[in-house]
């Protein structure tokens, strides 16, 4: 089983930045495909971004495309995700995920270990 756990989140203006970190142990990190989630309330849980287990394959849904980056440091087990002109339908809780599978990235339900969220909350 993986641990996963997020940090980073917070409150952060419209038009804002923030960097979510998400740490992974108790299996080889380099080889985990891992991907963020988020869920407001009353929503669904959804899909935000992913990266493959060498960070050369990157997704993204379409509502972040172009305002977030995900990124990973495999020397020091972590992925990041990089939130940039943060608008207020970015407001959710934010889920990181890690995945053994190298195949489909982007489904939910093929990932195997959660963390507990953080939250990110925006303000105008």
């Known amino acids: 089983q993986v641990l996963v756990v997020e940090s980073g989140g917070g409150l952060v203006q419209v038009g804002g930045s923030l960097r979510l970190s998400c740490a992974a142990s108790g299996r080889t990190f380099s080889s985990l495909a891992m991907g963020w989630f988020r869920q407001a309330p009353g929503k669904e849980r959804e899909f935000v971004a992913s990266?493959?287990?060498?960070?050369?394959?990157?997704y993204y849904d379409t509502s972040v495309k172009g305002r977030f980056t995900i990124s990973r440091n495999n020397a020091k087990n972590t992925v990041f995700l990089q939130m940039n002109n943060v608008k207020p339908e970015d407001m959710a809780v934010y889920y990181c995920?890690?995945?053994?599978?190298?195949?489909?990235?982007?489904?939910?339900?093929?990932?195997?270990?959660w963390g507990q969220g953080t939250q990110v909350t925006v303000s105008s």
């Open positions: 990266i493959s287990w060498s960070g050369v394959r990157t």
């Open positions: 995920a890690a995945k053994v599978s190298p195949d489909d990235i982007t489904y939910r339900g093929g990932y195997d270990s």
